[in-house]
């Protein structure tokens, strides 16, 4: 399968993501606070790659999982990535007028309404999660490496590093620990939690964490790689924001070159990392592929 194959597959799953998201957004009767609904509608549906939910879905049919769920999971998980971006957004954070091709939740909502819209995506997800059609012991474990990706020795702790290290002369290896925590951690999520959705084993749990420490890692960079070299239209954010911010970024550390060589490097390891499950493991192959590659 090539290229091509892997997107038409991708859009398959988007498509079947968006549905769900649909569904479970289907919140305007007796909502307390229309107007929020619509604030956390505006950023759930601008569209967004769900790369997240992809691979939890990915991973939980790989292991013959249950996909109804792995849906539901991927879901919350999408919902909690759209809060992050948000906030990510907002004036005391990164700043940023656009998103997805639109202009950012607080440009259009204001503030208030916009810090709120992510807090109600974050406390939707978990109550999503709640109601799972699978065994309590999965329901915990999926609540609880969700949790622990978002939290503060994951997501949120990486994007205080990251806000931290602007304007200032970072290694190489704090670097990776801001990359792995505000990007990889959300992911190693996504994946695990896609485990949970079938029966795993250590040695399935073991490559699949490894996985996913290195696509996340590879994604990040890309991410960086892109500030720098990637259009605006297509990407539907601004570009060239990094560098505006004094972010450190790979790019800025080690030059396009290397940085490109350093998102080729994590790329190989992700791949070797699912030596385990031979070719069962086709799909998440071509998604490390498609990551690397990709314009958007
Ligand atoms: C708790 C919060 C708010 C976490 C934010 C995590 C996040 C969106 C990281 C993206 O990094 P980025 O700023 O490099 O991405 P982009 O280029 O998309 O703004
Ligand atoms: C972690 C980062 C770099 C934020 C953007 O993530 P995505 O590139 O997955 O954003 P969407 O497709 O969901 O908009």
Redesign the pocket.
């Known amino acids: 399968m090539n290229q091509v194959n892997i997107k038409e597959i991708l859009t398959q799953y988007t498509s079947e993501v968006n549905s769900v998201l649909k569904e479970i957004m289907n919140i305007e009767k007796n909502a307390l606070a229309p107007g929020l609904v619509k604030a956390m509608k505006y950023s759930l549906f601008s569209?967004?790659?769900r790369?997240r939910p992809i691979l939890t879905l990915m991973v939980a049919e790989m292991l013959d999982g249950d996909r109804d769920s792995a849906l539901r999971v991927g879901a919350s998980i999408e919902l909690v990535?759209t809060y992050s971006?948000i906030h990510d957004d907002l004036p005391s954070m990164d700043d940023d007028d656009f998103r997805?091709g639109k202009p950012s939740n607080h440009k259009v909502f204001g503030t208030a309404t916009a810090i709120l819209a992510g807090d109600a995506l974050l406390t939707f997800a978990f109550n999503i999660l709640s109601k799972l059609n699978l065994p309590p012991d999965k329901v915990l474990k999926i609540i609880e490496v969700i949790s622990q990706g978002a939290g503060h020795n994951g997501m949120v702790g990486g994007q205080v590093l990251d806000l931290e290290a602007e304007d200032k002369e970072i290694s190489l290896e704090e670097l990776k620990k801001i990359h792995s925590g505000k990007?990889g951690a959300l992911f190693k999520s996504s994946i695990l939690a896609g485990a949970y959705c079938a029966n795993p084993d250590r040695t399935e749990l073991t490559a699949l964490e490894r996985y996913a420490r290195y696509l996340g890692l590879t994604f990040?960079i890309v991410?960086d790689i892109l500030d720098v070299t990637g259009n605006e239209e297509v990407l539907g954010k601004r570009v060239g924001r990094d560098d505006e911010l004094n972010k450190a970024t790979y790019p800025r550390l080690l030059g396009l070159k290397q940085a490109v060589k350093e998102a080729e490097f994590n790329a190989e390891k992700a791949r070797d990392s699912l030596g385990p499950f031979g070719e069962r493991a086709f799909l998440l192959k071509q998604l490390v592929d498609y990551i690397l590659v990709r314009q958007s």
């Open positions: 569209g967004g790659k790369l990535h971006l997805r990007t990040q991410d």
